[in-house]
């Protein structure tokens, strides 16, 4: 059992005016084996806020906690995080040139575990979770994201997700430029982790499409860098409907 908790979160980035504030305040509590979906229009900072939580450097925390079990893992570093049982699926992964999808996984995983995985269980387990995700197996002597499609990057991202077997997945717009049939494969992948690990998920999006396959316990309505409101999936259901105008009116009268 695990909790990732986030108390009165405020992010800066550095632009060319100056710093400008980003996140402002996010309150958010994700249990093992809860799917929380936060959803908010473009700009709204929610890839801030999973950059933030990952310890991406381009973001300055500047008032707030994050804590995995209690953890502190605003001190920790990216790798730290990572070993503590964090894991980001990327909006926009980057390559890595030259590091094979094979080897990336074996050397992420060992750094995980703090040790490498015996190699008969891991080959089977790889093959296994690349069946699931119907990936080539000649996928794996590829170099890591680069040239891969839309698709491939981010099956691969829950490929990894599945193995490295993490507490808390944050999934940032996962669910964009995947057709129907990726979108369920992808889908598919998030809600085995579910199953075998007891998953906590932070599930990002724009759209509630994905919403269909991936059942979230928990909505929350991110606008203008906080949580606006929060529900159960019936407020996805309104969002479909309505979209985020309200609360966009909200916002602006409020300033
Ligand atoms: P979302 O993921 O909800 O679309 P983002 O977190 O990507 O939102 O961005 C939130 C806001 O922060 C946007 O106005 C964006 O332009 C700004 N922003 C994000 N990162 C940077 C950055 N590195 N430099 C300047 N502005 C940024
Ligand atoms: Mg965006
Ligand atoms: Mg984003």
Same mark, same amino acid.
């Given at each position: 059992m695990s909790t990732l908790e986030i108390k009165g979160l405020t992010v800066s980035v550095e632009t060319e005016d100056g710093p400008k504030e980003i996140l402002r305040g996010v309150d958010l509590t994700v249990k093992s084996g809860e799917t929380h979906a936060i959803m908010g229009p473009n700009g709204s900072g929610k890839s801030t806020l999973a950059y933030s939580i990952a310890g991406?450097?381009?973001?300055?925390?500047t008032g707030g906690t994050v804590t995995l079990d209690g953890e502190d +893992?605003? #001190?920790?570093s990216v790798d730290e995080r990572a070993r503590a049982g964090l894991f980001l699926a990327m909006q926009y992964p980057v390559e890595v040139p030259g590091v094979t999808v094979s080897n990336f996984l074996r050397t992420a995983k060992t750094a995980i575990d703090g040790e490498a995985p015996k190699l008969r269980t891991w080959v089977k387990d790889v093959k296994e979770a690349m069946g699931n995700l119907r990936m080539?197996? +000649?996928? #794996?002597?590829?170099?890591?994201?680069?040239?891969?499609s839309g698709g491939e990057k981010k099956r691969h991202e829950i490929l990894q997700m599945e193995l490295l077997k993490p507490k808390v997945a944050i999934l940032d717009?996962?669910?964009?430029?995947?057709d129907v049939d990726a979108l369920k494969i992808v889908s598919e992948g998030v809600n085995r982790a579910k199953d075998s690990s007891d998953l906590g998920v932070l599930l990002i999006t724009h759209y509630t499409r994905i919403l269909r396959y991936i059942k979230p316990d928990f909505v929350h309505v991110f606008v203008d860098g906080k949580v606006v409101e929060q529900g159960g999936p019936e407020l996805a259901d309104r969002l479909e409907d309505e979209g985020y105008d309200r609360y966009l009116a909200g916002a602006s009268a409020a300033e």
């Open positions: 991406h450097p381009k973001y300055t925390v +893992v605003l #001190a920790m080539d197996p +000649v996928f #794996a002597e590829r170099n890591v994201n680069e040239g891969f717009e996962t669910d964009s430029g995947l």
